[in-house]
């Protein structure tokens, strides 16, 4: 035995809109609830009323309702069957408007405004838009419909934006990373020319997004970015000076010690020569001797007796004279200048026989002014030998030695001696 399934009550919301569900024996019917006479019994007794019926269908005009108007169904006879047969709304004749109008004051029909009225079916997240004869369901703008419900629609996968994205329901906004600006599009952005506020101190070069800093010689950007710090150009070597280096902004200078002057390449020190410019103090009966970093005044030779002078530089004693016999010969006067700490050893002066005579030798020695022992003769032929500097000096000194020559000639047995009185100046500044 076949039993009736009630759709109305099975079925999820199968009529929309103010649409009524009716039950039928293997159906159902979906109604105006104001067009009904009468409910519909399932339980009524058999005699059943003689149904009306509109003379036409309505269709539905609005996406709220889902079935059509289902008229001129015929009624079931009582009889024998599996239960009873249905009941039917009596359908008034006297309604003159169609589904989704309703009769107005004038008479005429006028569309109800289901969505003001509330009587739609919209889902809550949907907004109610209402039609002639009905009505529909729509979105907001920045929401679309998925599965009967109205979610927000997320631009920002969507490349809305150029840069950053920021998605909100229903909408989205945009911005820049730093160094851009938001165009009046709200969509794109622009670089900012960061160079137009100097914001460095020396000088600034625009890059895309950003901008960067830049230096003028002699001076390091510091950690900040912005900032030019002053490069210390004497720390960075013992040997960019040959004597002093001056830091200055930017660069630096080397200054010389008094009797110097900076040489072209601004680095080296060369010594000034007072005796040439003139720059001295000595007399016109003086001799104006230079040495580095400075320079003395040369009083004019004068000989002891028993010496006689030969030369303006020499004094000879006589061999005749008694009282030369035990004496130098010739004592030759020379001066020289030695720059202080120079390197040992070093040959610094060389001293030779002028005179050859046959059978004869000869003997270099110093005789006098080495207490210190700071320098030594080598014989470097056997008519010559070499002053040797052995130790460094530290000026300022002034260093008198007494080279000798010794002349031995055994043929005639000759034995004398020849002085050089050396007079060496040592300057204070080491180079």
Known sequence: MLSDIDECRTLPDPCRGDMQCVNQNGGYLCIPRGLYSQSYARNSPRSYPEPSYPEESYPDRSLGYSEPLIPNVPPVEAGPGPGPG????????????????????????????????????????????????????????????????????????????????????????????????????????????????????????????????????GFELAS???????????SFSDFLCQHTCVNTPGSFSCICPSGYYVYEDGRSCEDLNECESGNNTCTTAQVCFNFQGGYTCLDPLRCDPPYIELSENQCMCSAENPACRERPFTILYRHMDLSSGRSVPADIFQMQATTRYPGAFYIFQ??????????????????????????????????????????????????????????????????
């Open 86 to 217: 249905p009941s039917y709304p009596i359908v008034s004749r006297s309604t003159p408007c169609i589904l989704g109008y309703t009769l107005g004051a004038d008479g005429t029909c006028v569309d109800v405004d289901e969505c003001e009225a509330e009587s739609h079916q919209c889902n809550p997240t949907q907004v109610c838009i209402n039609t002639a004869g009905g009505y529909t369901c729509s979105c907001t703008e920045g929401y679309w419909l998925v599965g009967g419900q109205c979610q927000d629609i997320d631009e920002c996968r969507y490349g809305y934006c150029q840069q950053l994205c920021a998605n909100v329901p229903g909408s989205y906004s945009c911005s820049c990373s730093p160094g851009f600006l938001l165009n009046s599009d709200s969509r794109t952005c622009q670089d900012v020319d960061e160079c137009e506020t100097n914001p460095c101190s020396h000088g600034c070069l625009n890059t895309y997004g950003s901008f960067m800093c830049t230096c003028d010689e």
């Open 366 to 431: 110093i005789k006098s002014g080495n207490e210190g022992r700071e320098f030594y003769m080598r014989q470097t032929s056997n008519i010559s030998a070499t002053l040797v500097l052995s130790r460094p000096i530290k000026g300022p000194k002034t260093i008198v030695l007494d080279l000798e020559m010794v002349t031995v000639n055994n043929v005639i047995n000759f034995r004398g001696s020849s002085i050089i009185r050396l007079t060496i100046f040592v300057s204070e500044h080491p180079f």
């Open 224 to 234: 900040d970015g912005t900032t030019c710090n002053d490069l210390d150009e004497c």
